[in-house]
Structure formats: structure tokens, C-alpha cells
């Protein structure tokens, strides 16, 4: 990972603020209440300077934090992509590394504008009756207010940031940032001014980035309009989902390859409604499988149509809709339609055609209508005066840095994404007709003059001292400022970014923002820095409902995340979702899973509880104590080996297997199994203290590992286990390597032989009550000096009276094989044989025709045609079920043969 693999074995003083020793309470509650504690943490972490301890001659691990909208409410993505981040910044923190975690908002333009355009028309007001300045401070009184929500939620979560150096895109400090690099990229001729096409949204009057664009499935129709040639001749017939646009039609094409209409190529129309004659042209766009073959060309409202004018710029453009969306003054616009909106013109267009016989006829159909996704209402493509950014050299550069392997994707798929998008790109509309945000650094002189400076007083000495000028009134897309994240943050440009944090280690995101967001500090920080910005993009998916759906409030399936961690607490929330984490899959969320994820912290509470019950104690060495016996020889082993693998695993990216590890080994190891055996033990005056050392080494290390996925909770049971010379979070990684098979051969042969017996049992219907004898005539010397000494174990774990060395009767026994050898259980007397090998055929015999029907289900195209997706992922589940139940009940008869 970076920097901060190899080299983060070398330890910096570990931190602890003066006076903060934490000593273990004198009892603990008899249940987990998980608020109490995360709120206590959570304060004392953040007073003490934890997030970020003084290390500055440690190795560094650095994040970039994707700044929130400060008009924001933390959802669900944002809980998974924050804790996922944590996860990483506690874990390198853990090994020592000045590990810094960026944090900071986003000024969101239109949304927070938005916001108080809507506070103010709730007060019978708007914008332009209180004036530009008089609304901006209003703004910043909103955000002093309300704007602080969406970072306080992140808290609650447990996001370790440096909070004593938030960041906020509108600081004074960001702000010459922005105008800088707007300077600076307009000196070297990559800023201009052009009149281009862009999506407008006519309720908020200002231009619209494509992310900002949410297309919507709505009922629509295919209007098919009969357009006369000029000579009387006949007509050509188009079709259109929106007739109002036909009043800026500039020309009709025809596919040049469409024989139907290459005699008229050349010919006018007389256009039906302005009057003027348009040309019939030839051009590939034009499908001749699509309707009719002909298409409406009208330059000013489609992109489409804008591409078709770039390669016959004879055709000319009119633009017939003005900034909200409303029927505009052109050439040949009948007057009776000029100031109508968009939808009234268009029932009126359509009126006239009818009566006129020019409407063919109407189709209606479910069609995709581009929305506004904060305004709500459609989009218009219009033709605008606006800045924008020459991107194709900034593109080439990002596209080889990745391809030099100096910035990876994880997984990697998502670097075909990006070079598709990046060899595509077009030129990047900077502007935003709003109020709220950067505005352009730009002043206009009488005679049309433009001056990009850093100020007005550096515009006025390089227009003149005598000439009058009046700033651009737009404001920069937020995606600019937002693109400056990785090196504003760290002083650019009063100052070269800090080589120790710059590029980052990570930056951890969401696939939909790669080419809003990603690809931009990208290219940014490349042209304007000379490097890349960040080490590793990982990228996570959605989350999605427990049936797979995109989460809307619309359905009704939206989860909010604090609501969440007011049922469960916060870590129960994010070992749930960072358990879920599986690379180039997305998170399928389920409240169930949370549930289970608070009853592991309940199971570890109870184990902590129980330890300190037993005497068991802090470890205060970082090396595993002596230990003689096989139990806890193994318990040192094996925690030793899933340090180990946790570490890798998260060196990977894989955030569900090391939470599944950690999960086996909490639950499964340590507590099912190690306590267990541990229990005579530590009754056991000669063997009790070295259980106690071993128990308290391997909860230290237990805890140690699991923190970055659960940290109140871990730190919680640390200081409860002793006093502590500093907190867990600023504690120490386990150095572990993986352990000798000698240490867990034998606990782990007593495992599975544990298991086989519970097995069995289950499976033949044993009475719990039951005590059974075990036969092992194929046992060597070890495994019969193991019997001996785990007699008593086996008498506890699996309720067998006696072990005999010779072969148990030939009928009327169970068989179990374990690491290669026999073992059997006699059960005549105990279980009635015949009605269990009857029971368990019919219940196989049924498995398998439910198994077999299933997959004949699945077999059929048919259903898998028209069921819905989640009938389908059921049937298989079903199926795969049922299959092992039959399978499972084939191996019980087998050990009744």
C-alpha cells in the first residue's frame, strides 16, 4: 500500500496526551449499550488530538476524504464509502504511521443556492429582490446555521479525520486557489469563451454538468408531422418527442445510403409552421430503419443536431427557446407563440398541425426524459455563451500516468472505464449561472475586451488604468474547485503541496464519480502540479436493498444510516456494510446483518466479561507469553496467524474477508472453542496463570485487529481489560507471523473431531442427553496420547463417557473420518436404527425431487426470460439448498451403513 507498506514498520513514539491514563471500570455492565460508549469515545478521541498524534518523522499514509455537499445528509453510500476509509486510516495509524485523513465540504452550488432560494420563497421572497451581495450573505448565515449536520453525522460514525484542519471549498484560502488555477490554465490558452450547447435547466436558469442530469422513464409520445416540399410535390414525414422545437428546425436529413430519398437531397422544404424553406440533406445520422428515415435537424436544441450543423454549418442555427424555457423571438416564429412555455407551445404547435392535415399521426410511448436532479423539471439542451476548458492534453497525461501503473485502480476494471472516458472527452463547461460560488475571474471592457486576472486591481493595470470594467457575473462548476481537492487542501498555491501527503495513498470512491471527480484531480493536479494526485483509486459499488434494488426514496427502501446507529450503534453498522464490501460487486443491505453484527459485539462484551471474571488481564508485553499447554500454545498461534492474514488482507483491498476473518476467529476460535477449553484451565491452580497471560495476549491482539472495523467497542473492552499507557487508537499493530504447524496440529485435530461428533449426532437424531463411547482403533501414538490428555474436553464438547482403542461392533454405528482416520460411535440402544435409516431416506428422497424440480425450473428459458431477477437469484438459492440438504442427509445414511 504506498509508502506505507514495508516502511511502516518503523515506529514513531506512540501518543498519548498528558492525563488522559485510562483505568478499567471497577465492574461492567452485565449488557452492551452501545450509545453511551461510542459518545464517550468518540469526544475523548477527538479532545485528545487522537486522530492525528505528532509523528512527524513516521512514515505517512495519507486520504483523501470525497468532500460531502454542506448542504448534506449523510445516506447510506456515505456510510460505506466513510467507513471503508476509516478502516484504512486506523489500520495504518495502528501501524504507526502519520496517518492524515483530509476531511472538509463542498460549497454545492446549485444545491445549497437551492436551499435558500427555497427558504426565501417560504418568506414571499426571492434572490433578486435582495441583490447578489445581500443573498450571498444570506447564504453564509444558512451555512453557519444549518451547515454542519452532514460532518456531525460522520462523527457519529466514527470517521477519524483531522478535524482540526477542516477544509471547506468557500474558504478564502481554497477561494485564491480556484482563481489561481483558473489563471494560471487561461494563460496557457486552455480557457476560452465559446458558444456551445449545454444542458440547461430552465428552473434554476443556469447550465448543468451531465452528472447533475437524472434521466427519467415518463409517458410520452412520438408526434409523426408531415413536412411539405416547397414544389408541391409531396412531403416528408418526421417524427419528434418535442414538436415546440421545430420552430428552430434548420434542415431535414436523409441517410445518404437511403435510396428512398436521394433524388431529393438538395430540395426545400417549406417549413409548416415558420414558412422558411430548409434544405433536405444528406447525413449519416439519419437511420433508415427508424421511422420513416428522415430527422428534423434543429441545431440549437439537440446535441445531435449540433454535430449534424458542424458538418454543414450552410444549414445555420436559430435558437427559439429563451432562459426558461419559453417560445423566444426568431425568424419566422409566428407571434401568437412568442412567450409561451415550452408545453403550452407545444399542445398549441400541435393543435395547428392537426387542423392544418400535417399531423400523420401520434404514437404514445415510455420515453426517457433528461430531469434537473435538484430542480426536478426536464432539461433543454440550449446554445449559451459560456466558459470552458480545453481537456484533451490534460486527458492524454491522466490516461499515461495510470498506464505507467503510477496511479492503479482497484479493481482494475474500472481502468478500461476510465480510459474510455478519458479518450472521449470534450471540452469541460466551466461556467454555472448562479450566484453562490467561485465567481469567474474575468472582467469585460466597452469594446468587449476580456481580462482574466487574479483580481480587480490585476485586471484594471492590464486593461488601463481609464477603462471601465464589469465582472462575469457566472460562477465556476463546482467540479472545479472540487478537482483542486488534493493539493488546495495542502496550501497550494501559496506553497508546494507537502511531499509527505502529496500524492495520497488512497483515495477510496464510488464508480459513479470516476469521470466527474476522479479523472479531474487527475488532470488538474497533473497540469497545474506536475504529479499525480493519489497512489490508488478504490472503488466500491452502490448500496442497494437486500433484493438487490437501487435505494430511493420514490420505492421507499432508502435506509438512513443514523437511524441505523440509533437501533444498533455505529459499529455494528460498519462491520455490517464493510463485510459486505466485495470488489467490482455491489453491497446488497440488509437490517438483518446489522442485527447479527450487534450480536457479535454482544458476544464479544460477554467474553471480555467473562475474562475478567477469570483474572484475566492487559497484556503488558508485545511478545506472546510462555506457554506449555497444547490450548494455549494454539490460542497463540492462532491469533498470531490472524493478525496476519487480517493484514494482508487489508494490504488487498478486501475488506469482507478480513472482517470474515476476524468474525471466525472472535466468535468461532476464541470464544466457542478457546474459551471452552480454556475454562479447566484456568480452575487449575499449576496451569491457571499461563491461561490468564495467553488469554489476555490473545484479547489484546483480538482487539487490536478488530478495531479499525469496530472502534468504540474495541476500546471500550481495551481499557477494561487494565490500565493502559495510552489509548487503543493510538495503540500498536500486531508484528505477527504466521505460526508453526506444531503449535495448532493438535487443538485443531480436536476441533474437527468435536465437530464430527456434534455433527452426527445432529444429523442422527442423538438425545442431547445421551453420553456415547468413541472408538479410535486406527489412532498412532499421538493421536492416543491427544485422546488422553482431551478426555475431559471431549466428555464436555461432545458428551462421550469413554474412548476405547479397538474396533467398535460391525452394525449399529456411526463412522466418522477425521484427518484421514476412523472413528466410530456405537448407537444400538441408543437410537432406534431402522426408523432413522427410514427417516432420513424419505427425507433425502425428498431434497432431491424439490433439488430436481428447481433445477428443472431453472433449466427453462422461459422462466428465466420473464421472471423478475430476484424470483430467479431465489430459485438458485433454493436450489443450492436443497441440494446440500440431500447431500447432507446421503452422508448421515453413509455413516449408518
Given at each position: 500500500m504506498g509508502r506505507a507498506g514495508a516502511a511502516a514498520q518503523a515506529r514513531a513514539p506512540r501518543f498519548r496526551p498528558a492525563g488522559t491514563e485510562a483505568k478499567p471500570p471497577d465492574a461492567m455492565d452485565t449488557t452492551f449499550e452501545p450509545g453511551p460508549i461510542e459518545e464517550r469515545w468518540a469526544r475523548r478521541w477527538e479532545e485528545s488530538g487522537a486522530f492525528r498524534p505528532p509523528r512527524p518523522h513516521a512514515p505517512t499514509f495519507t486520504i483523501l476524504l470525497p468532500p460531502p455537499n454542506v448542504t448534506g445528509h449523510l445516506h447510506i453510500g456515505h456510510a460505506l464509502d466513510q467507513t471503508l476509509q476509516d478502516i484504512l486510516i486506523r489500520w495504518q495509524r495502528l501501524k504507526g504511521c502519520d496517518a492524515r485523513w483530509i476531511v472538509g465540504t463542498d460549497h454545492a452550488g446549485i444545491a445549497t443556492q437551492l436551499m435558500v432560494e427555497r427558504e426565501l420563497a417560504r418568506e414571499g421572497r426571492s434572490r433578486h429582490e435582495l441583490g447578489r451581495e445581500a443573498f450571498l450573505a444570506r447564504v453564509w448565515d444558512w451555512k453557519a446555521r444549518a451547515g454542519g449536520t452532514i460532518t456531525h453525522q460522520m462523527r457519529r460514525l466514527g470517521a477519524s479525520c483531522d478535524w482540526a484542519h477542516e477544509h471547506f471549498t468557500m474558504d478564502p484560502a481554497f477561494s485564491r486557489a480556484v482563481t489561481e488555477a483558473f489563471v494560471r490554465l487561461s494563460e496557457r490558452g486552455l480557457v476560452y469563451r465559446a458558444k456551445r450547447l449545454v444542458n440547461w435547466d430552465p428552473a434554476l436558469e443556469t447550465a448543468i454538468s451531465d452528472l447533475e442530469v437524472e434521466n427519467r422513464e415518463v409517458k410520452g409520445h412520438f408526434w409523426h408531422l408531415r413536412y411539405p416540399l416547397a414544389d408541391g410535390s409531396g412531403h416528408l414525414v418526421v417524427a419528434t418527442t418535442r414538436p415546440e422545437t421545430m420552430l428552430g428546425d434548420t434542415a431535414v436529413a436523409v441517410n445518404p445510403a437511403d435510396e428512398r430519398y436521394r433524388h431529393l437531397v438538395g430540395r426545400a422544404i417549406a417549413h409548416p409552421l415558420t414558412g422558411r424553406r430548409i434544405p433536405v440533406i444528406a447525413d449519416p445520422w439519419a437511420d433508415p430503419e427508424l421511422g420513416s428515415g428522415c430527422v428534423k435537424i434543429t441545431p440549437a436544441h439537440d446535441f445531435n443536431d449540433w454535430a449534424v450543423y458542424e458538418r454543414h454549418p450552410d444549414i445555420g442555427w436559430l435558437d427559439v427557446l429563451d432562459a426558461r424555457a419559453r417560445i423566444a423571438p426568431a425568424p419566422g416564429v409566428p407571434?401568437?407563440?412568442?412567450?409561451?412555455?415550452?408545453?403550452?407551445?407545444?399542445?398549441?404547435?400541435?393543435?395547428?398541425?392537426?387542423?392544418?392535415?400535417?399531423?400523420?399521426?401520434?404514437?404514445?410511448?415510455?420515453?426517457?426524459v433528461p430531469h434537473g436532479d435538484r430542480s426536478g423539471v426536464p432539461i433543454e439542451p440550449r446554445l449559451t455563451d459560456q466558459w470552458f476548458l480545453d481537456v484533451k492534453g490534460m486527458a492524454r497525461r491522466a490516461i499515461e500516468t495510470v498506464r505507467a501503473g503510477q496511479t492503479r485502480f482497484v479493481p482494475e476494471g474500472w481502468t478500461k472505464t476510465f480510459f474510455h472516458w478519458l479518450e472521449n472527452i470534450e471540452p469541460w463547461c466551466l461556467s454555472r449561472q448562479l450566484w453562490w460560488g467561485h465567481r469567474i475571474p474575468a472582467w469585460y471592457g466597452p469594446d468587449g475586451q476580456v481580462v482574466v486576472a487574479r483580481s480587480l486591481a490585476d485586471a484594471q493595470a492590464r486593461a488601463g488604468p481609464d477603462v471601465p470594467l464589469r465582472q462575469d457575473e457566472d460562477v465556476l462548476?463546482?467540479?472545479?474547485?472540487?478537482?483542486?481537492?488534493?493539493?488546495?487542501?495542502?496550501?497550494?498555491?501559496?506553497?508546494?503541496?507537502?511531499?509527505?501527503?502529496?500524492?495520497?495513498?488512497?483515495?477510496?470512491?464510488?464508480?459513479?464519480?470516476?469521470?466527474?471527480?476522479?479523472?479531474?484531480?487527475?488532470?488538474?493536479?497533473?497540469?497545474?502540479?506536475?504529479?499525480?494526485?493519489?497512489?490508488?483509486?478504490?472503488?466500491?459499488?452502490?448500496?442497494?436493498?437486500?433484493?438487490?434494488?437501487?435505494?430511493?426514496?420514490?420505492?421507499?427502501?432508502?435506509?438512513?444510516?443514523?437511524?441505523?446507529?440509533?437501533?444498533?450503534?455505529?459499529?455494528?453498522?460498519?462491520?455490517?456494510?464493510?463485510?459486505?464490501?466485495?470488489?467490482?460487486?455491489?453491497?446488497?443491505?440488509?437490517?438483518?446483518?446489522?442485527?447479527?453484527?450487534?450480536?457479535?459485539?454482544?458476544?464479544?462484551?460477554?467474553?471480555?466479561?467473562?475474562?475478567?471474571?477469570?483474572?484475566?488481564?492487559?497484556?503488558?508485553?508485545?511478545?506472546?507469553?510462555?506457554?506449555?499447554?497444547?490450548?494455549?500454545?494454539?490460542?497463540?498461534?492462532?491469533?498470531?496467524?490472524?493478525?496476519?492474514?487480517?493484514?494482508?488482507?487489508?494490504?488487498?483491498?478486501?475488506?469482507?474477508?478480513?472482517?470474515?476473518r476476524l468474525y471466525r476467529f472472535a466468535w468461532g476460535t476464541f470464544c466457542d472453542w478457546y474459551l471452552e477449553l480454556a475454562k479447566p484451565l484456568l480452575a487449575d491452580d499449576e496451569a491457571a496463570t499461563e491461561t490468564r497471560a495467553a488469554a489476555g495476549w490473545a484479547l489484546d491482539r483480538l482487539l487490536t485487529c478488530l478495531h479499525p472495523y469496530m472502534p468504540f467497542l474495541t476500546e471500550e473492552l481495551w481499557h477494561a481489560l487494565g490500565p493502559r499507557p495510552h489509548d487503543l487508537i493510538v495503540g500498536r499493530w500486531p508484528e505477527a507471523t504466521p505460526p508453526a504447524e506444531a503449535d495448532t496440529r493438535e487443538i485443531a485435530w480436536l476441533i474437527e473431531l468435536v465437530q464430527a461428533i456434534r455433527s452426527a449426532r445432529a444429523e442422527l437424531n442423538v438425545p442431547p442427553g445421551a453420553r456415547l463411547r468413541l472408538h479410535a482403533p486406527e489412532a498412532d501414538a499421538d493421536v492416543r496420547s491427544w485422546l488422553e490428555r482431551h478426555r475431559a474436553a471431549l466428555g464436555r464438547l461432545a458428551r462421550i463417557e469413554e474412548v476405547l482403542d479397538h474396533p467398535a461392533p460391525a452394525r449399529g454405528a456411526a463412522q466418522l473420518v477425521v484427518q484421514g482416520r476412523t472413528y466410530t460411535l456405537p448407537l444400538t440402544g441408543v437410537i432406534d436404527l431402522a426408523a432413522e435409516r427410514a427417516r432420513l431416506e424419505r427425507a433425502a428422497a425428498e431434497a432431491e425431487r424439490a433439488a430436481d424440480a428447481l433445477a428443472e425450473r431453472l433449466a427453462n428459458p422461459g422462466f428465466l426470460a420473464r421472471a423478475r431477477p430476484e424470483a430467479v437469484a431465489k430459485a438458485r438459492a433454493d436450489h443450492e439448498a436443497r441440494r446440500t440438504e440431500a447431500e447432507r442427509l446421503r452422508a448421515a445414511l453413509a455413516r449408518l451403513a
Open positions: 407571434a401568437h407563440l412568442v412567450g409561451l412555455d415550452r408545453f403550452a407551445a407545444r399542445e398549441r404547435i400541435v393543435a395547428e398541425l392537426a387542423s392544418q392535415g400535417l399531423l400523420e399521426r401520434v404514437e404514445e410511448r415510455v420515453i426517457q462548476d463546482t467540479w472545479f474547485s472540487s478537482a483542486l481537492w488534493p493539493f488546495a487542501t495542502l496550501g497550494w498555491p501559496d506553497r508546494t503541496p507537502d511531499p509527505r501527503h502529496f500524492p495520497s495513498s488512497v483515495l477510496v470512491t464510488g464508480f459513479d464519480i470516476i469521470f466527474f471527480w476522479v479523472a479531474r484531480m487527475m488532470m488538474l493536479s497533473l497540469e497545474l502540479v506536475g504529479e499525480h494526485p493519489f497512489a490508488v483509486v478504490y472503488v466500491h459499488g452502490l448500496v442497494r436493498d437486500a433484493q438487490g434494488r437501487k435505494m430511493s426514496k420514490t420505492r421507499g427502501n432508502a435506509v438512513d444510516p443514523i437511524a441505523v446507529v440509533d437501533r444498533y450503534g455505529a459499529d455494528a453498522l460498519r462491520f455490517a456494510l464493510a463485510g459486505a464490501e466485495t470488489q467490482g460487486r455491489d453491497v446488497k443491505f440488509d437490517e438483518r446483518r446489522v442485527e447479527a453484527c450487534r450480536n457479535f459485539g454482544t458476544k464479544l462484551w460477554n467474553a471480555v466479561r467473562f475474562a475478567r471474571l477469570q483474572g484475566v488481564a492487559a497484556a503488558t508485553e508485545a511478545d506472546p507469553p510462555t506457554a506449555r499447554h497444547p490450548v494455549n500454545r494454539w490460542i497463540l498461534a492462532e491469533t498470531a496467524r490472524m493478525a496476519h492474514d487480517v493484514d494482508l488482507q487489508l494490504q488487498q483491498f478486501r475488506f469482507d474477508q478480513a472482517a470474515d
